[in-house]
């Protein structure tokens, strides 16, 4: 069974750090764009970073450069989000996905690829 698990949403104070995890079982991400993403309550869902296939460099959303760092560890089938410096605009709930390329910046933004799993979500809050 092909599942994503994300784990390590919580309650945190402004500039404070969390580090979410995204543990895949049924596949692997080798082959696959690795995107996090969050939707705030009342909001659309937004794209927060994508690790590329063919070269692993990852883009970030210009709200969180600098402070969201993305990183995997292949023998664990594990992708991480390292959120530092965090603000109550961060609150969100977070999902990985795993998505097929091609992958490319689309004018201001960029598409991660025809996401084709995804996790069910953390939720990050961030208080003021």
């Known amino acids: 069974e092909v599942q994503l698990v994300e784990s390590g949403g919580g309650l945190v104070q402004a500039g404070g750090s969390l580090r979410l995890s995204c543990a895949a079982s049924?596949?692997?991400?080798?082959?696959?764009?690795i995107g996090w993403f969050r939707q705030a309550p009342g909001k659309e869902r937004e794209g927060v970073s994508c690790?590329?296939?063919?070269?692993?460099?990852?883009y970030y959303t210009d709200s969180v450069k600098g402070r969201f760092t993305a990183s995997s560890d292949n023998a664990r089938n594990t992708v991480y989000l390292q959120m530092n410096s965090l603000k109550p605009e961060d609150t969100a709930v977070y999902y990985c996905?795993?998505?097929?390329?091609?992958?490319?910046?689309?004018?201001?933004?960029?598409?991660?690829?025809?996401?084709?799993?995804w996790g069910k979500g953390t939720l990050v809050t961030v208080s003021s």
């Open positions: 049924g596949f692997t991400f080798d082959d696959y764009t």
């Open positions: 690790t590329s296939t063919s070269d692993g460099s990852t």
């Open positions: 996905a795993a998505g097929i390329p091609p992958d490319y910046y689309s004018g201001s933004s960029y598409y991660c690829g025809g996401m084709h799993y």
